[in-house]
């Protein structure tokens, strides 16, 4: 019985569903929104989260417990330096989730998960 388990498996092993939720929320803080399938996007939501709340704290170590996580140094310090102050005043819930629809191929779901007041660039 799975009690009190959380989060989703996602039809991975381990090793390769973190590496995977460190792709995701790297592509995320990288772009401030991206598109995938709604269960990743609800579990990319945990992880994102921390790493904002880890960027509003600021300190050395904080940079080094994201960049476990995130592994692009460039990708850390757009978040301490520019995604994080722009949270400061906000208690949490940094990211949503938006139900697209379904993709052609297969019928899964899709959704665009962005950060809550992302500034989107134009490419």
Do not use: C, W
Not at 6 to 26: E, F, I, W
Not at 33 to 58: F, M, N, Q
Not at 92 to 101: C, D, E, I, S
């Amino acid at each position: 019985m799975r009690h009190l388990k959380q989060g989703r498996k996602l039809g991975r092993t381990t090793a390769h569903r973190k590496a995977l939720l460190r792709n995701l929320a790297t592509a995320l803080l990288q772009h401030e929104r991206i598109i995938t399938t709604e269960p990743k996007a609800k579990e990319l939501r945990r992880v994102a989260d921390k790493l904002v709340t880890l960027g509003k704290r600021g300190s050395l170590h904080a940079r080094r417990q994201a960049l476990q996580t995130v592994q692009s140094n460039s990708v850390v310090r757009k978040l301490f330096n520019e995604i994080a102050p722009r949270f400061a005043e906000r208690q949490g819930g940094y990211t949503r989730v938006l139900r697209l629809g379904y993709r052609p191929g297969d019928a899964a779901a899709m959704a665009v998960i962005e950060l809550v007041d992302a500034q989107i660039e134009k490419t």
